[in-house]
């Protein structure tokens, strides 16, 4: 279809109002980053200048941030593992099976998602306190502890996108292999996974796109010993001064491969998030 | 291999009617047997049930007298060809082939063998390194074809695996099909909604309805001494002219049949059917195709003029009214009947069919 032109220049002016909203902020704050310290505040502020590391090499070092980027990392993946783990072959069920109240168990999951996560961390927090005193089960501060409480927002994530893949392929394509002398679960493996594989992908990077960014469950049921990047984050701002270079530098840290990804896989991104909406 | 259901039952939970209804059936070792029906009527949940896709509620089904009513798909030894699906897409053809090999284990050399002997058996052997992408609907179904084969199973079960071609495929393929039966002389059960595809193909035909078996019989028998008037109407295009009668003693002791605007005589092999039916209504049938042009008016015979017609290639369809009736006629086109002719119908005694308009079954003692 052709748009007219009046429309399609309104649309751009729009656009790059939007644009400029949102990427100022973010691309003046990640040139702080290369700012030497001297001049995070210089007001007005400092344009050109000789870019330096030394606030990636003070976060990243001085400050331990390669440890928070490796718990980062740990608790990310671990969580997106175990959520494709749990939620694909639940997904699989609920494309394929009608069961007892399938309906209003997807409806429960999707409610999940929308719930805000002080209503999750809370109770969690309150759980792993009676399992650790009464049971000697210690989950507070740990990677498991994290990453199950994780699960909360990524399973229904991973069910809901990958439903929708499932139930796109022909129920004939199991079938087939069941008759052929192959297992329900041998035919899934062999014949319908390899098909859906470009939704795995999609489903598991938007998966540890959430896990990557998550910040208040961190908050609440993190500790030491595990705590993510984006919480580290948050010791650069304290009560007498906000540390802009080094706090955008770990900016910087963070959202790299997020962005990396996002441009990668975008088509798929947009394809797995459709089918979830569609569905 | 014979495979006999007995008694099977199937519900669906978002139903209170019985998809199949309590069905008994046997199916000769090497024959080719047509479940034949509306959509909805129960026949690829038969078929299902035979390949193991669905449980049965209740009732046995056997092959070759080992019970399988339990069995995983996997174990029943037999192979299918659905409609809608035919193809593996993440293999090429090759790989299509002979995954069902690889399921029993076989050695790389013998799946080579047993992949290229089918393939050349459909003739499909030089599309072998194709993605399936790149081949079309056509040959995809001879993908399914030397996939279901490759494992030499002695029972095939076929679901409608010639609906989504297009029309001269579908003939081709239909042809195709019999071969195939005939070389390798297992058993075949085919579904299909296509009452010609049924005829042209089927040892045995099996006419079901609503979840039930109307008929079972050969594609004469289900043309020519239809059950009811399900069998009549569902078995022939086009299909068979049917009216609501009712039956009359006539004078020289035969029955007669008063129809709307006009009355017929019956023949003598009715007189046994309509023993005690005097005066009751009955639903009379006749083919398209047992209708003669008369050049003159006569006995069993009506007047009407051609409303419509509809070219077929050698023959005409044409519809003629007759009161508020309007029956459809197979003339030859070489008889150039026009919109607007007047006809004498003239019904071929020997072809008329009675039926009980309650129980909708056939009137004549069952015989061709």
């Known amino acids: 279809m052709r748009v007219p032109r009046s429309e399609r220049i309104l649309a751009y002016v729009i656009l790059i109002v939007m644009a400029i909203l949102v990427l100022v902020p973010v691309l003046a704050g990640s040139v702080t980053a290369f700012k030497p310290q001297i001049i995070w505040v210089s007001s007005p502020p400092t344009w050109i200048f000789e870019p330096t590391l030394e606030n990636f090499e003070f976060v990243f070092f001085t400050r331990k941030g390669w440890l928070f980027l490796r718990n980062s990392l740990i608790i990310s993946i671990g969580s997106v593992v175990m959520a494709l783990i749990l939620g694909v072959p639940a997904a699989y069920a609920f494309a394929r099976f009608r069961f007892r109240s399938s309906k209003a168990l997807m409806q429960w999951l999707i409610s999940l998602r929308m719930i805000p996560p002080i209503v999750v961390g809370l109770p969690f927090y309150a759980m792993f306190l009676y399992l650790e005193r009464g049971l000697g089960i210690g989950l507070r501060d740990t990677f498991p502890g994290l990453i199950i409480t994780y699960q909360t927002f990524l399973l229904p994530l991973v069910i809901w996108m990958m439903r929708g893949y499932f139930a796109e392929l022909p129920a004939a394509m199991e079938e087939s292999a069941m008759v052929e002398g192959y297992t329900r679960l041998g035919a899934l493996w062999r014949v319908v996974l390899p098909v859906v594989w470009p939704g795995i992908v999609a489903t598991a990077i938007l998966n540890f796109i959430f896990a990557w960014n998550e910040f208040f469950l961190a908050l609440i049921l993190a500790g030491n010993r595990t705590s993510t990047l984006p919480m580290s984050a948050g010791t650069y701002i304290v009560r007498t001064r906000v540390e802009w270079g080094n706090l955008f530098s770990v900016n910087l840290i963070i959202m790299a491969p997020i962005i990396v990804l996002t441009i990668i896989l975008r088509r798929q991104l947009v394809k797995g998030l459709t089918f979830g909406i569609l569905e | ?368």
């Open chain 2, 1 to 368: 291999m014979r495979v006999v259901l007995k008694d099977l039952v199937k519900r669906f939970a978002n139903s209170d009617r019985a998809a199949v209804n309590k069905i008994n059936l046997v199916i000769e070792a090497g024959e080719l047997a047509v479940l034949l029906g509306p959509s909805g009527c129960g026949k690829t949940t038969t078929l299902r049930m035979i390949a193991g896709l669905e449980q049965p509620d209740s009732g046995r089904i056997t092959i070759a007298e080992r019970d399988i009513t339990n069995l995983a798909p996997k174990d029943r030894g037999l192979a299918m060809v659905f409609q809608n699906f035919s193809m593996y897409p993440t293999m090429n053809v090759y790989d299509n082939i002979a995954f069902p090999l690889h399921a029993v284990k076989m050695k790389r050399g013998e799946i080579d063998g047993a992949v290229r002997e089918m393939a050349r058996l459909v003739n499909i052997d030089h599309l072998l390194g194709r993605s399936v992408r790149q081949v079309s609907g056509g040959e995809a179904q001879r993908v399914a074809l030397a996939r279901a084969m490759v494992r030499r199973p002695q029972v095939f079960l076929m679901d409608e695996p010639l609906s989504n071609l297009d029309a001269k495929l579908r003939v081709q393929l239909r042809t195709e099909i019999k071969r195939l039966h005939q070389d390798t002389g297992a058993t075949f059960i085919f579904v299909t909604h296509d009452q010609e595809e049924a005829m042209t193909l089927g040892d045995k035909i099996i006419v079901m309805k609503d979840g039930d078996i109307q008929q079972v019989g050969s594609p004469h028998e289900v043309f020519f001494a239809p059950r009811n008037a399900f069998v009549a109407n569902f078995v022939g295009t086009p299909s068979m002219n049917m009216l609501h009668g009712t039956v009359s003693r006539g004078e020289s002791g035969g029955f007669r049949l008063q129809l709307p605007g006009f009355d017929l005589s019956l023949p003598e092999r009715f007189n046994r059917g309509l023993e005690n039916m005097t005066g009751s209504r009955v639903i009379w049938g006749i083919r398209p195709e047992a209708i003669k042009l008369m050049p003159e008016p006569g006995e069993n015979c009506v007047s009407g003029e051609v409303e419509l017609v509809e070219a077929l290639g050698s023959r005409d369809l044409i519809f003629v009214r007759v009161v508020e009736q309007l029956f459809g006629v197979i003339v030859d086109a070489l008889e150039s009947v026009a919109v607007g002719d007047t006809c004498h119908l003239h019904f071929a005694a020997g072809q008329m069919r009675l039926f009980d308009a309650d129980s909708e079954r056939s009137l004549l003692p069952n015989s061709l």
